[in-house]
Nanobody, 122 residues
């Protein structure tokens, strides 16, 4: 069982940056691949990025590749998402997720956080 808690959301102007954090409550954090999703109003939840347990493999969807960076600190049981060059269309609730492989994280992860709101003003 993994409990996930996101933080770091808020209001930011277009072109700005935000770093999201996700704290995981598990003694075996490094065994889990982790990922980020978002859900904008009226839209389905979409996968953004995933990272392997050791941090060696990362994947991104095209819409955020080059602007967002996923990372993790296994010593702190923490996952991060650095978001740069933000656009109004990035406004959404952002969720972290966990599962045993990056493929599982991208498709249908077993564990979810409660989400944190990011609002990008134009």
């Amino acid at each position: 069982q993994v409990q996930l808690v996101e933080s770091g959301g808020g209001l930011v102007q277009a072109g700005g940056s935000v770093r999201l954090s996700c704290a995981a409550s598990t003694r075996t954090f490094s065994r889990y691949a982790m990922g980020w999703f978002r859900q904008a109003p009226g839209k389905e939840r979409e996968f953004l990025s995933a990272i392997s347990g050791d941090g060696g493999r990362k994947r991104y969807v095209d819409s955020v590749n080059g602007r967002f960076t996923i990372s993790r600190d296994n010593a702190k049981n923490a996952l991060y998402l650095q978001m740069n060059s933000l656009k109004p269309e990035d406004t959404a609730v952002y969720y972290c997720a966990a599962d045993y492989t990056t493929d599982n994280v991208a498709r249908r992860p077993d564990y979810w956080g409660q989400g944190t709101q990011v609002t990008v003003s134009s």
